[in-house]
């Protein structure tokens, strides 16, 4: 075999080792950015890396923030190998680590200043009245964007204590760890100091923020509107003099709230 012959073959040698090694190098990255997925019946999604499998049993899996799951195969829907996700907390790849369904508690404090003019029989005065709140909701989250609970709450007002028993419900719009939240609450709060209470809605929207696997933290700005029974003058009565009679009124808050949801 002539020099050229052999200088050919050698140069084609090379490219062809060098063809290999690229394969290989790329292979091997693709590897590293692949990551277990498995998919289970109750909606949930977790990914990680299978570190165990028994055979039409169990697999063991650990995440990334070293965690490690047992499921059992009749709880697995499916089980996918996929690319690792942008480091992105508001897409979906980052889910795993978050809440999506079972038993809720969403505990707050409020502070609600009163706005416009309390309307009550003839009389319109400004609503200067407010109040300092605690509520906590127990019930069940449906899924990643839906909870449903029933409230129960101290409202501390400038005169009077209120005890507003609602029905609670929370619209999450975004997968992730971070959301805006539409919240309804409605129902009969209750008159601590001898009156008759009366109707409260209170629609909200704000944030929900993910600080752990399933805790949220939440703030919220809303409106409320309150009914109750109040005493205002009704005139001198010559056996019992100075007389007062009850009249249903009608109070409107802006409502600022903060707290967790377990």
Not at 183 to 207: C, M, R
Not at 228 to 244: A, M, R, S
Request: proline share 3%; hydrophobic share 35%.
């Amino acid at each position: 075999m002539s020099r050229e012959n052999k200088n050919k073959m050698k140069k084609k040698f090379q490219n062809l080792t060098l063809l290999v090694f690229t394969l290989i190098c790329f292979t091997s990255l693709g590897q590293n950015n692949m990551e277990d997925v498995v998919y289970l019946k109750n909606g949930s999604i977790i990914r990680g890396i299978i570190i165990e499998q028994v055979p039409n049993q169990s697999i063991k899996l650990q995440t990334k923030d070293r965690n490690v799951f047992v499921f059992k195969y009749d709880e697995i829907e499916k089980i996918t190998k996929e690319n690792l996700p942008f480091n992105n907390s508001n897409t979906s790849s980052n889910l795993t680590d978050f809440k999506k369904s079972g038993f809720i508690n969403i505990s707050e404090v409020s502070f609600c200043p009163g706005v416009g003019n309390v309307k009550f029989a003839d009389y319109s005065v400004k609503n200067e009245d407010y109040s300092f709140g605690f509520r906590t909701i127990n019930g069940y989250q449906v899924n990643e964007h839906l909870s449903l609970g029933v409230g129960l709450g101290i409202d501390k007002y400038k005169n009077v204590s209120m005890l507003p028993i609602t029905f609670d419900a929370r619209a999450t719009f975004l997968k992730g760890k971070v959301s805006p939240v539409f919240t309804a609450n409605i129902g009969y709060a209750i008159n601590l100091d001898g009156e008759k209470g009366g109707l409260v809605i209170n629609p909200q929207i704000g944030v929900k923020a993910y600080i752990s696997k399933n805790i949220a933290y939440l703030f919220n700005i809303g409106y409320k509107w309150q009914g109750q029974e109040v005493l205002i003058p009704y005139g001198y009565d010559f056996y019992y003099g100075y007389t007062n009679k009850k009249e249903n009124a009608f109070y409107q808050f802006i409502t600022i709230s903060t707290g967790f949801a377990f």
